[in-house]
């Protein structure tokens, strides 16, 4: 018995709002997307129901264009901003507007690897939505089989330095005089600058006053940047749905005709200049030249076989702790500023199930056991400093815990994401 365990369920517990959990008190005080979907794994260590109580709760959001929100608000907190009146979100509860990276399908998954016939009734309602939302992202967010994203908030990386060309050609004109509430419960220099925050809402008013019309949005916004995240997370997400459709007996041709577009589509991520996966700015056409722990979830879903492998030995063994966000050599990486550098754990275990996968059960285990040593050395953070492991951020965060408990542990038997179709 490890105490850190007993320390990750009781922050579960403590997040845990009834039937959905936060990110952290204060700083994220509501149900966060892909937050959820690990919480939800992370649940799943000792309390299978209440996991999926927590993704049920999650897609009650969801948007009649199939869209899963990003953000919802079930009870207004004034401890963040911006809050529901700012987002105007359309669908059935108080939302923002955007989505963010689709790992639900993988989890729901797994989870029902962990007692099939236990969770029959509740997969076969979820695989219909999962479809839904998959769709959406592919008719309004698929540029030739690469997905987009129209808010870096989508892809959870919200500062990360590949926005910062997307960003410079935006002026956020129109934007109101506002109060940010992050700085209040972080540190400044942890956080993003208020240079990006300007854009974050300018981007959100443009949703916001066209009432989310995605074909208006796709014709006139200035932010529409392919992503590692998303490309790589919906095709991973894709193959388990197709798992579980085949399984229920449910239609496959548009799945796997999604599969198709998006194994071929990725390539456009494929920057030859730097040797990577990056993202692709589609309103100028141009890379943006930026290694991040993004680019290393290729093998998660299953493409572009080793072509990174060189790239990954370089980072790892350039920090103590991995994977940075962004990679040390870039010219624009921060240790300690959010998604510029810090390690995020859950990335790592996307990271390393695609590893596994791929063969490389040497460098998974090395990534999951150094997963467990920043957490030990940092606590439950929300990131860390890949120099020291010191924590960064927010404290007491679920997906940490989540993390922690579905994977990084040596005593918990854990989640394990059936290996892809
Ligand atoms: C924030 O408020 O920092 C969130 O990342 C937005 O999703």
């Given at each position: 018995?490890?105490?850190?365990?007993?320390?990750?369920?009781?922050?579960?517990?403590?997040?845990?709002?009834?039937?959905?959990?936060?990110?952290?008190?204060?700083?994220?005080?509501?149900?966060?997307?892909?937050?959820?979907?690990?919480?939800?794994?992370?649940?799943?260590?000792?309390?299978?129901?209440?996991?999926?109580?927590?993704?049920?709760?999650?897609?009650?959001?969801?948007?009649?264009?199939?869209?899963?929100?990003?953000?919802?608000?079930?009870?207004?907190?004034?401890?963040?901003?911006?809050?529901?009146?700012?987002?105007?979100?359309?669908?059935?509860?108080?939302?923002?507007?955007?989505?963010?990276?689709?790992?639900?399908?993988?989890?729901?998954?797994?989870?029902?690897?962990?007692?099939?016939?236990?969770?029959?009734?509740?997969?076969?309602?979820?695989?219909?939505?999962?479809?839904?939302?998959?769709?959406?992202?592919?008719?309004?967010?698929?540029?030739?089989?690469?997905?987009?994203?129209?808010?870096?908030?989508?892809?959870?990386?919200?500062?990360?330095?590949?926005?910062?060309?997307?960003?410079?050609?935006?002026?956020?004109?129109?934007?109101?005089?506002?109060?940010?509430?992050?700085?209040?419960?972080?540190?400044?220099?942890?956080?993003?600058?208020?240079?990006?925050?300007?854009?974050?809402?300018?981007?959100?008013?443009?949703?916001?006053?066209?009432?989310?019309d995605e074909a208006h949005l796709k014709e006139v916004s200035p932010f529409r940047v392919a992503d590692p995240t998303m490309t790589f997370t919906l095709l991973?997400?894709?193959?388990?749905?197709?798992?579980?459709?085949?399984?229920?007996?449910?239609?496959?041709?548009?799945?796997?005709?999604?599969?198709a577009a998006i194994e071929a589509g990725s390539e456009q991520l494929w920057n030859p200049e730097i040797g990577a996966y990056d993202c692709l700015d589609m309103r100028t056409g141009e890379h943006t030249g930026v290694i991040s722990s993004a680019s290393f979830l290729h093998w998660f879903a299953g493409v572009g076989e080793d072509r990174m492998l060189a790239h990954y030995d370089r980072i790892t063994s350039d920090v103590r702790f991995s994977m940075p966000s962004t990679d040390p050599a870039h010219p624009q990486y921060e240790p300690r500023r959010y998604w510029r550098g810090p390690v995020w754990g859950m990335m790592n275990w996307l990271i390393a199930t695609g590893l596994h996968e791929a063969g490389h059960e040497d460098r998974a285990e090395a990534l999951r056991l150094n997963t467990a040593e920043v957490i030990r050395t940092g606590g439950f953070a929300e990131y860390f400093d890949p120099r020291d492991g010191s924590p960064a951020g927010g404290r007491n965060f679920t997906w940490t815990a989540a993390t922690w408990l579905g994977w990084a542990s040596p005593n918990t038997k854990g989640i394990t994401c059936p290996v892809s179709s």
């Open positions: 018995m490890d105490d850190l365990d007993e320390q990750a369920r009781a922050i579960l517990k403590g997040n845990d709002r009834g039937g959905y959990t936060v990110p952290t008190g204060g700083l994220y005080p509501y149900q966060w997307n892909w937050d959820s979907v690990f919480a939800a794994a992370g649940f799943a260590e000792h309390d299978l129901s209440r996991a999926w109580e927590e993704i049920e709760t999650l897609f009650s959001g969801q948007w009649s264009t199939g869209m899963v929100p990003h953000i919802i608000f079930h009870k207004v907190d004034p401890s963040y901003f911006p809050g529901p009146d700012i987002w105007g979100g359309v669908g059935p509860l108080p939302s923002s507007g955007i989505s963010q990276p689709p790992i639900a399908a993988t989890f729901i998954r797994a989870l029902h690897a962990l007692d099939p016939e236990g969770s029959e009734a509740r997969v076969r309602a979820l695989i219909p939505r999962l479809r839904d939302w998959h769709r959406w992202f592919f008719d309004w967010r698929g540029e030739g089989g690469a997905i987009c994203v129209s808010h870096p908030w989508e892809t959870g990386r919200d500062n990360c330095p590949d926005w910062d060309g997307p960003f410079a050609n935006i002026q956020p004109e129109g934007v109101e005089q506002y109060y940010r509430r992050d700085t209040t419960h972080v540190k400044e220099d942890e956080r993003p600058r208020s240079y990006d925050y300007d854009r974050y809402l300018y981007l959100v008013k443009l949703g916001h006053d066209c009432g989310w991973r997400a894709n193959r388990d749905l197709l798992a579980l459709s085949q399984a229920f007996g449910e239609p496959t041709d548009e799945i796997e005709g999604w599969i």
